[in-house]
């Protein structure tokens, strides 16, 4: 089988997805013949597939080249790309993570929406509109999709209350984690508690709330002593260094910066905590949290909020430990749990829990999907008038059966 992927986050850039798309295009190219079509200028090329950097992350651009390409299933790694949908001939599955269908970006929209934001008194209201206009498109799309699957319960469950994708049509497939995380862990030798955190550290993107770790240790440095590593970087790096020495902490908080392979699995194997209290806004969601369980194959417990998906990569009291408030006195509260109950988490147990989450096993499952779809001319039918050239003339109302958009989503 032929397949092609459609992946504008894809490695040498960092992330969740670009992890996801490059593994499964090396564990479906094992049986299949894969392409990838990534970003321009990311062009790793591993033996097993073809990547072909042709995507602008914009539908409209894309088409074309998408369009020519020679495949028989398609699998979107972004949910935008499911306005094509119908313009692409062949039947298409959609991997919905969380942001990319609950904030598109890589839809264009009317050029009246550009129009009113150069307008004085209602500029305010472009952007709003823009965002309404594209979920719509990708609702759309998701609705007349081959197969919709989804990282998370939490992100099904978004889907069909949000998007009106029924539940029954939406596969959950959990993300995987790589073999490099599994690794001999040493005996805890005493000293102070040694925390880590590994995320991007973008101003824009501030949902992880290392600032909420950095305030939570803060609140405990009289009382217990704990060494916190944040490996990463971004541009939000330098207000989080002041923060560390504003709380009176820089002596035990480390900013590595991003690391090397080696560097990243020493830093898992000398820690005694992973966290990630992440928050978050109605736009703005952790689909799943595969960071939990990279920490777990590492024999690492983890301590992360109740927001997002990390209730599906989380077993509270078994593989880490669940918070309802992800404020700093929230994290506080949970790191001192962990340090009484600490003893109960085996290593041995944890990256027992993880191997359920192996690459191989989610690509399976990915395979299944993409199978049971190739070659099924008895979807419903799409014509090109229905495409995203054409939907952007359509009415404002919803098609007959299709729910509307929450345009405050």
């Known amino acids: 089988m032929r397949i092609g992927i459609i992946a504008p986050e894809f490695p040498p850039s960092l992330g969740g997805m670009q992890v996801m798309a490059l593994n499964l295009a090396l564990e479906l190219s094992k049986r299949h013949q894969v392409t990838a079509f990534t970003r321009r200028n990311q062009t790793p090329s591993p033996s097993s597939f073809k990547t072909t950097p042709l995507l602008e992350a914009d539908v409209d651009r894309d088409a074309a080249g998408l369009g020519s390409a020679n495949v028989d299933v398609w699998l979107a790694m ?179 910066g991003r690391l090397d392979e080696p560097g990243i699995l020493k830093a898992y194997r000398e820690a005694d905590l992973f966290v990630l209290a992440a ?61 009484d109950i600490s003893h109960l988490f085996d290593p041995v147990k944890l990256a027992s829990y993880a191997e359920g989450f192996r690459w191989n096993l989610a690509a399976g499952k990915v395979e299944a999907a993409l199978v049971s779809i190739a070659g099924d001319c008895n979807r419903l039918p799409i014509t090109r008038s229905q495409s995203i050239l054409n939907i952007r003339n359509t009415p404002a109302q919803s098609d007959k059966g299709i729910v509307d958009v929450d345009p405050t989503i």
């Open 78 to 256: 972004n949910a935008g790309y499911s306005v094509l949908v119908g313009r692409l001939e062949k039947p298409m599955a959609v991997y919905c993570h969380g942001n990319d269908f609950l904030s598109p970006w890589v839809i264009g929209a009317p050029r009246m929406i550009d129009h009113l934001q150069r307008m004085p008194h209602v500029w305010r209201y472009a952007e709003p509109l823009r965002q309404a206009w594209r979920r719509r498109a990708v609702m759309r799309g998701l609705l007349r999709s081959s197969a919709v699957l989804a990282n998370s319960d939490y992100t099904r469950n978004l889907l069909t209350r949000k998007f009106g994708v029924p539940e029954a049509r939406i596969r959950i497939i959990y993300p995987g984690v790589e073999d490099r995380f599994f690794q001999a862990r040493p005996a805890r030798s005493g000293g102070p508690l040694k925390i880590l955190t590994v995320s991007r550290l973008e101003s824009r993107n501030r949902r992880k709330n290392v600032d909420g770790v950095l305030r939570a240790i803060g609140l405990l440095k009289n009382e217990v002593d704990v060494r916190y590593t944040v490996v990463g970087e971004g541009s939000d790096m330098p207000r989080l260094v002041s923060l560390a020495r504003e709380l009176g902490i820089a002596d035990r908080v480390n900013f590595t």
């Open 279 to 339: 928050k978050a806004a109605p736009n703005d969601v952790e689909g799943f949290g595969i960071v939990y369980v990279e920490a777990n194959a590492s024999g690492v417990p983890v301590l992360c909020s109740r927001r997002g998906g990390a209730v599906d990569a989380v077993r509270n009291g078994e593989t880490g430990i669940l918070i309802d408030d992800a404020e700093p006195v929230g994290i506080a509260d949970g790191i001192r749990k962990f340090k």
